[in-house]
Nanobody
Framework: QVQLVESGGGLVQAGGSLRLSCAAS????????MGWFRQAPGKEREFVAA????????DYADSVKGRFTISRDNAKNTVYLQMNSLKPEDTAVYYC???????????????????WGQGTQVTVSS
């Protein structure tokens, strides 16, 4: 069983930065792509970013491109989401997830992810 634990969320002013971390259990972390999704109150869960098994290929939602960076450290079984220039509309619960694939080709589809973390709240004040 794979467990994913997010951390790093919090309250930040608009224009500020946060770095989310997601620590994974198990020995297969490096075989799979990882993704970040978010869900704001009253809205559906949406794709934010994904990284291939090596981290060499990444994909971003248009709404965060140029502001957010996904990275991973396979030696530490951890994936990160660096969030800069935060906006109030970035306020949401952020979830990390482990894909069933090693690439990001299907990375925007939440159904392609087998394991999910419990989420961490990010609140951006204006």
């Amino acid at each position: 069983q794979v467990q994913l634990v997010e951390s790093g969320g919090g309250l930040v002013q608009a224009g500020g930065s946060l770095r989310l971390s997601c620590a994974a259990s198990g020995r297969t972390f490096s075989r799979y792509a990882m993704g970040w999704f978010r869900q704001a109150p009253g809205k559906e869960r949406e794709f934010v970013a994904a990284a291939s098994w090596s981290g060499g290929t990444t994909d971003y939602a248009d709404s965060v491109k140029g502001r957010f960076t996904i990275s991973r450290d396979n030696a530490k079984n951890t994936v990160y989401l660096q969030m800069n220039s935060l906006k109030p509309e970035d306020t949401a619960v952020y979830y990390c997830a482990r894909s069933s694939w090693n690439t990001v080709v299907r990375g925007r589809d939440a159904l392609q992810y087998s394991y999910w973390g419990q989420g961490t709240q990010v609140t951006v004040s204006s």
